[in-house]
């Protein structure tokens, strides 16, 4: 069972808006310590520490806002990918940490990531 894997690109635009997410919490402060993080649950695009905080980041990227926009599409079925992929992660720490699952939405006509800090819960 592979754990890391650099994703290829499927989506020229979408990797773009995950390497500005990321550009972008870098900014804030954040520090990356994995970029899509994958087993057999499913896939994290970020894991951060904020503070003393790690942070699961889903990014998700759509050209408008049309059908509710990149917030809209974390389906429920997507969080709980997330949640069970975060879970066998902590599951192979070896230190206990405060966590939170966060989102980071872009769209074209966008200045800036929209970074939605407690997104969703476990």
């Known amino acids: 069972m592979t754990y890391l894997r650099r994703r290829q690109p ?13 550009l972008y919490l870098q900014e804030q402060g954040l520090v990356l310590l994995y970029r899509n993080y994958y087993c057999s649950y499913g896939e994290i ?30 389906s429920p079925s997507k969080q709980r990918k ?4 975060a879970a066998f992660f902590l599951a192979k720490q070896q230190n206990e940490y405060d966590c939170r ?15 939605i800090q407690g997104a969703f819960q476990a």
Do not use: C, H
């Open 45 to 74: 695009d970020l894991i951060m520490r904020d503070k003393q905080t790690l942070v699961f980041i889903e990014v998700r990227y759509r050209k408008n806002n049309a059908f509710g926009g990149a917030l809209a599409s974390i």
């Open 101 to 115: 699952f966060d989102a980071v939405a872009i769209d074209d006509s966008a200045t800036s990531p929209q970074w």
């Open 10 to 22: 499927s989506n020229a635009k979408g990797n773009k808006a995950e390497q500005q997410a990321l």
């Open 82 to 85: 997330i949640i069970a992929t």
